[in-house]
């Protein structure tokens, strides 16, 4: 068995869910994207609007161009994962490939395929908001350069593009790309990015490590993009002590840095570990307030709960003094934000109830 198995296992679930036939590139790259930074948020309040609301009006198709990327940004990770992990001291014999999938959950999906190992299924929209909210931070925030790149009205409505595509848009639409970064903010977003989806599969990988798939029991959500979907439940302790493994895997990669190299990077991962349970705990609180359903919602623990047993968790094993201070400001500027992606938000309810 091996994990080729396991990716074609994945490109038949894709099939069999009608999200697309292949994982192919692309040959019609995505237009819809912003050239300058000018450009982000310039056209009128309705024209903004109108692009919301177009999310919630009409579901997209899927790109297999778009999960292509993905995919290869996941096939880049998961060596990087098994390796931590491995040289944290933890092994596995089963074969797990971390796969692409319009599953509406922020949490990754272990799915075991019998006789073949497991696909953990990371949802394609959870990849998308991570990369798009991080870009947004750092051209936002003057801690990541002078002057930033938007102002605080163009970021909060790139925000609510984010947002918006990842309520709304069945893991299927991209918010309009940004321009790409350069230099200290590129770096930054690339290295968080790729941390925070790290975390979300060594998570996942904690459950196979761990044996707590022995132990678990099936949870059907009907309310994923795809229809019903199956997930394993493994209860509540066991969704800590994988946030402990995985946490304790990634801070074990720093291991070998000096003191000063630390102090630069140990900040960067606490961020993106808490960066993913941020936005678990955001897009939790937005989808009850818009009365969406959240799938999968109680098979974890809530955000909050994980967050606060991360941050003890942390607490007692970082090394530098401000290791805790980047994932602060991140909570802090996300939590400033929401107000006005709401006010966004409630705008396209007040346009849509009229129209
Ligand atoms: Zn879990």
Redesign the pocket.
Known sequence: MTVEDLRSRHVELLRDRRVVDALTPSTHPNTTRYHTWTQVAAESREARLARLAEVRARPAPYRHGHLHDLQRTLDALQPEVLHLARSAGWTTGTPTLAAVFPTGAL??I?VPVPGRGVLVLVNSGFLDLLAGVLKIMTCALPNYGTPPLLSSEQASYALAEAFNAYLYGNGAVEPRVLPELSGQRSALVGLMVRRATQFVVA??M??VMAGHLVHSRRWTDPTTPVGALDAQS?GWP??HE?DRIAATIMLHSLDDLGPRQLDVHEPCLVGALLLVLFLHEVTDRLAEELGLAVPFAGS?PPPVRRIQALVEHLTVRVRTPRALDLAADVATWLEDQLTHVRDWFDQVDALMAGS
């Open positions: 949490d990754g272990c998570h996942e904690g459950h493994v066991r969704e994988a974890h």
